[in-house]
């Protein structure tokens, strides 16, 4: 049996000398530090644009609408000072504030249900001691009826939340064995990697295998060497979890960037090759596809031929007018790129299954910044940035249906009404779809729950009037 302990040792900022009282406490904070940025608290607790550190009041869309992140700086007035450790570890491991209520699982307690109880002494040392108290109200989070009554939580969690610790396989290294923790504990990439089943809880049985955030989508990561990352070198994965970018094979952006930006890229080396290790290993997930999303396409020799007149179909006429006059700039006539900008070809978001993380990147663009470097495209769909730059749905529609055929998976299809469900926010699950048939669900009921009382009340009234 592995020493939990093993796992969580190897923190920057710990020293051997520190035996006095407040050395401890010191390299106490130093790992909660640590631990805080691998679980990337910050991502969700801090409000983007000059938001106050985990003053909380960033707005999370979800299927079920927007979920506003709580303070969980020390204040007492607003945020967590009042919480005792076992308090704190109440609402990050089982999803119960102080008070009772249930919180909903866009706080990734199902993750954090693993943290060990030494892990959660150090958070709690970080958030308690260096933290700055913010005295601000975050926004309330106000759900759509049925998804409104917080109390619905807690039988979600009796049917889906695993509540065990981590448990280390023993038949494994110590460094799989850390590598599995940051992985499945700290860093929570299932939450974002595995598919969802009808009630929105993982597959288990899938775990990693791919799952969609709504408009983006995020890949198999397990080990299968087709729709997986076994066919990726160690090198490649680090050098992806590090800084977001592998030439030649894939780039960064949307939620993948952020986990990039706030947490990954500071990991010191030992733990980032910790999780490479371990997922290497891991249990392959394939639906039988023949070719890997990074092994599509190649240079095209059209794009020169459309630019010198040569008459192509319809669609990919406007959808090459679009790649020349917006694209090619930065990607290249034959959409090779170059040193700043990656070739279109040879690239995940044009291969595999689904065009999903190729719409939402034309829509969105990418923003990345990894130490003193940043990746930028500008979004094309929204008019925030650019206004005039701005596409239509029809064009986006075009402009991919172009890059699918010349760079990327030319069986791949691109409909206006595609780009339409991106920029929405992607397919809605199962639950919220049915959830406005809930209200009158439940109405139905309590009409038929009242009828039957007064039919009882009714029946016993004449029993009454003749005693
Ligand atoms: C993916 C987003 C996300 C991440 C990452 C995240 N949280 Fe949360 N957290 C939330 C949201 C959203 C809520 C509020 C949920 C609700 O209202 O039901 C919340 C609530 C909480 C609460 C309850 C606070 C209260 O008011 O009672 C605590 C404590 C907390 N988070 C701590 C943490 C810590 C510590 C970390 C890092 C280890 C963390 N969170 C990481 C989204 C996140
Ligand atoms: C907040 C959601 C989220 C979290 C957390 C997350 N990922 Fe991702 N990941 C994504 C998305 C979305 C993409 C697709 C990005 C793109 O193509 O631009 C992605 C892409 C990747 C890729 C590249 C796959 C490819 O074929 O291009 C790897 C490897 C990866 N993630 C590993 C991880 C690991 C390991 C973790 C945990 C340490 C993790 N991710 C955590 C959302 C997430
Ligand atoms: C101003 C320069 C610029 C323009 C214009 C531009 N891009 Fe990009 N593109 C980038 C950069 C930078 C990246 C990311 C590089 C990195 O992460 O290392 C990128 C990445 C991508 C990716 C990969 C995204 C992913 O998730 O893996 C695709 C696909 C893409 N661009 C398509 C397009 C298309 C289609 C157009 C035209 C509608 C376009 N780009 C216009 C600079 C640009």
């Known amino acids: 049996m592995l020493c939990l302990s093993a796992l969580v040792a190897g923190v920057e900022g710990a020293s051997a000398q520190d035996t006095t009282a407040s050395g401890d406490q010191t390299t106490l904070i130093a790992k909660g530090r640590y631990l805080a940025t691998a679980a990337d ?8 644009h000059g938001g106050q550190p985990f003053a909380g009041g960033y707005g999370i869309q979800s299927p079920l609408g927007t979920i506003f992140s709580t303070n969980i700086t020390p204040s007492t007035k607003d945020g967590i000072g009042a919480y005792s450790e076992a308090d704190f570890a109440r609402a990050v491991r089982d999803g ?4 009772g209520t249930h919180l909903y699982p866009a706080m990734p307690y199902t993750a954090y249900a693993k943290l060990t109880d030494e892990d959660i002494a150090a958070l709690y040392a970080y958030f308690m001691h260096e933290v700055k108290p913010v005295d ?3 926004s309330k989070t106000e759900l759509p009826f049925p998804f409104s009554i917080r109390a619905s939580m807690a039988v979600w969690n009796l049917l889906f939340l695993d509540t065990d610790r981590y448990q280390p ?3 494994k290294s110590a460094e799989w064995n850390r590598g599995a923790y940051l992985a499945e504990a700290l860093e929570h990439c299932s939450t974002c990697h595995t598919p969802r089943n009808l009630f929105m809880a993982e597959t288990g049985s899938k775990a990693l295998g791919g799952g969609s955030l709504g408009s983006w989508y995020a890949p198999n990561i397990t080990s299968d060497k087709i729709e997986g990352i076994g066919g990726w070198s160690d090198d ?4 992806y979890l590090k800084t977001g970018h592998v030439a030649g094979k894939a780039q960064a952006a949307g939620p993948m960037a952020e986990a990039i930006e706030n947490s990954l890229q500071h990991l010191n080396d030992d733990d980032i090759g910790a999780m490479v ?3 290497k290993d891991i249990k392959p997930v394939s639906s039988g596809e023949a070719k890997a999303r990074f092994d599509f396409g190649q240079p095209s020799e059209q794009a020169e031929a459309t630019l010198r007149g040569l008459p192509g179909q319809a669609p990919e006429q406007n959808g090459f007018a679009i790649f020349s006059g917006t694209c090619a700039a930065c990607h290249q006539v034959e959409g090779q790129g170059n040193k700043a900008y990656p070739s279109l070809f040879h690239n995940t978001a044009t291969g595999g299954d689904r065009p999903d993380n190729l719409i939402s990147t034309i829509v969105y663009g990418l923003h990345r910044t990894v130490g003193d470097q940043t990746a930028f495209m500008p979004g094309f769909g929204t008019d925030i940035a650019y206004p005039t730059d701005r596409l239509s749905d029809k064009d986006i529609a075009d402009v991919s249906n172009y890059v699918l055929a ?9 409909t206006e009404a595609d780009v339409l469900r991106i920029r929405q926010g992607g397919d809605k699950p199962l639950i919220v779809k049915l959830a406005p048939f809930a209200a ?4 139905a009921v309590v009409v038929i729950v009242l009828g039957l009382i007064v039919w009882l009340v009714m029946r016993r009234r004449p029993k009454a009037a003749l005693n």
Do not use: F, I, R
């Open 41 to 48: 608290c910050a991502a969700c607790h801090t409000a983007p």
């Open 96 to 99: 119960v504030a102080k008070d």
């Open 136 to 138: 601000q109200v975050s």
């Open 169 to 171: 396989d023993a038949s």
């Open 236 to 239: 490649e994965l680090t050098q």
């Open 277 to 279: 290790t371990y997922l």
């Open 406 to 414: 010349q760079y990327g998976n030319p069986a791949l299809k691109v």
């Open 440 to 443: 009158p669900a439940m109405t």
